[in-house]
Nanobody
């Protein structure tokens, strides 16, 4: 019932920034936790950020704090991920995902029911 499509990826020099967007279809967008994950070549999917349906609870792994900002605009059915001070190790396909309201395990990919196709972020040095 929820379709997601990421956009905003591209090739960026180290130290630059990007804002990724995820547009969602569906009429109950505000009910869903939204997450961002990434998968780098040869590595497992990694949790990047999550935000509650009302936008008031936000979660990042410690490694992302200070360089990532997740936000959402429920009126536009869109969630955003701002990535600052990009590093080559940020190169990955970035995915957004939607989950039913979560009280825990917001970092676990298997809790998210709907996934976009991903957008490639490549950071050059």
């Amino acid at each position: 019932q929820v379709q997601l499509k990421e956009s905003g990826g591209g090739l960026v020099q180290a130290g630059g920034s990007l804002r990724l967007s995820c547009a969602a279809s569906g009429r109950t967008f505000s009910r869903y936790f939204m997450g961002w994950f990434r998968r780098a070549p040869g590595k497992e999917r990694e949790f990047v950020a999550a935000i509650s349906g009302d936008g008031r609870s936000i979660y990042y792994p410690d490694s992302m704090k200070g360089r990532r900002t997740i936000s959402r605009d429920n009126a536009k059915n869109t969630v955003y991920l701002k990535v600052n001070n990009l590093k080559p190790e940020d190169t990955a396909v970035y995915y957004c995902a939607a989950a039913p309201p979560l009280s825990s395990d917001y970092f676990a990919a298997n809790k998210y029911e709907y996934w976009g196709q991903g957008t490639q972020v490549t950071v050059s040095s």
